[in-house]
């Protein structure tokens, strides 16, 4: 007898869990969190999972509350004799803490990684991590999902006459020429310097881009600096026209800002993490499709790489 298929939602991802619960066919079922008057809180999980297989939605942006809540949530699912528990993690946090790139600092991923096994979770699904390794740090399988499901499909239907792939920077140039090879096009890229987190000292273009539209492709965007700076640089170059395609769209500081008074004529972003403000030049793709498709098929032990265009 197949077990049957319930689907959690934690605080920071909501709107996304009910789309992937009805794009799945399944209702979203409740939980609840109390919480005490010093902030600790408990989350509830409002329904039987005895032999169920749970998917609990949860992107771990910050503030840290939202990996907490995840966390009590498999540890709940668990200890309600739950067959399976999968945490489904559309913006995996903590991913920019890869490895040790200077004396005496964390690897927060791994960290995070070795906190939901030990919370009890069976399998991880998410999408675009901001360093493929991270799917080593964990002892249970993980499914690495890539937006280029979707973006792909979207980049089509643009039909831009001089479409042409860039990146901000020289570590998103892997993910630049595997968007230039399947589209058939060009590819350029940036070179910047950083004075320390989040603030560039200079930028550099290499490549050539008078004539073309330019379509700026990373996993994530922050601060908006690197991306508003390397859109501003191709339109001073002689660029048509320049737009940008980002998975995870955390947006802090000035970002928004940046954006609206930038040069970009479009931010393509997806759903993984909700918006804080609406904004004319942001275009939201939704993952949810995508997402229940793949818990389908993993429910039921079926292979998932036809998901995968690159």
Same mark, same amino acid.
């Given at each position: ?8 939602? $934690? =605080?920071?991802?909501?709107?996304? =869990?009910?789309?992937? /619960?009805?794009?799945?066919?399944? @209702? ?9 008057s010093d902030g600790e809180f408990q989350p509830s999980l409002e329904e039987s999972v005895r032999g169920a297989d749970v998917f609990i939605v949860q992107s ?21 004799? /739950? ?7 559309? #913006?995996? $946090?903590?991913?920019?803490? @890869? ?28 999408? @675009?991590?901001? +360093? ?33 792939? +860039?990146?901000?920077?020289?570590? $998103?140039?892997?993910? +630049? #020429?595997?968007? =230039? ?29 008078? $004539? ?11 601060? +908006? ?8 640089i191709m339109i001073e170059k002689g660029a048509n026209s320049v737009r940008a395609f980002c998975t995870h769209a955390i947006l802090s500081g000035e970002a ?5 008074n930038s040069k970009l004529t479009e931010l393509i972003v997806t759903d993984t993490i909700p918006l804080k403000q609406e904004s004319k030049k942001i275009k ?11 818990? #389908? ?14």
């Amino acid at each position: 007898m197949s077990s049957k298929v319930k689907i959690f939602s $934690g =605080a920071a991802t909501k709107d996304l =869990a009910l789309k992937i /619960a009805q794009n799945y066919g399944v @209702d979203l079922v409740k939980a609840s969190i109390s919480t005490f008057s010093d902030g600790e809180f408990q989350p509830s999980l409002e329904e039987s999972v005895r032999g169920a297989d749970v998917f609990i939605v949860q992107s771990t942006v910050p503030p840290t509350d939202n990996l907490f809540e995840l966390l009590l949530m498999v540890d709940a699912a668990k200890r309600a004799s /739950a067959r399976r528990i999968v945490a489904v993690i559309p #913006y995996f $946090g903590f991913a920019r803490q @890869d490895r040790k790139d200077s004396p005496r600092v964390p690897i927060g991923s791994k960290l995070v990684a070795n906190m939901l096994t030990a919370a009890g979770v069976t399998r991880v699904m998410t999408m @675009d991590l901001h +360093a493929d390794q991270i799917q080593g740090f964990f002892e249970v399988p993980v499914d690495h999902l890539f937006a280029s499901a979707i973006s792909i499909p979207f980049i089509k239907s643009l039909n831009l006459p001089n479409l042409i792939m +860039a990146s901000p920077d020289m570590g $998103g140039s892997k993910r +630049a #020429y595997a968007y =230039a090879k399947h589209l058939q096009t060009e590819v350029v890229v940036c070179y910047k310097q950083r004075k320390e987190a989040n603030k560039i000292e200079q930028m550099f273009l290499i490549g050539d881009v008078e $004539g073309k539209d330019v379509l700026l492709v990373d996993d994530m965007i922050d601060t +908006a600096g690197t991306l508003t700076k390397a859109a501003d640089i191709m339109i001073e170059k002689g660029a048509n026209s320049v737009r940008a395609f980002c998975t995870h769209a955390i947006l802090s500081g000035e970002a928004y800002n940046r954006i609206e008074n930038s040069k970009l004529t479009e931010l393509i972003v997806t759903d993984t993490i909700p918006l804080k403000q609406e904004s004319k030049k942001i275009k939201v793709l939704s993952v949810s499709d995508l997402f229940a498709k793949v818990i #389908y098929k993993v429910h039921n032990y079926e292979s998932i790489s036809g998901y995968f265009i690159f």
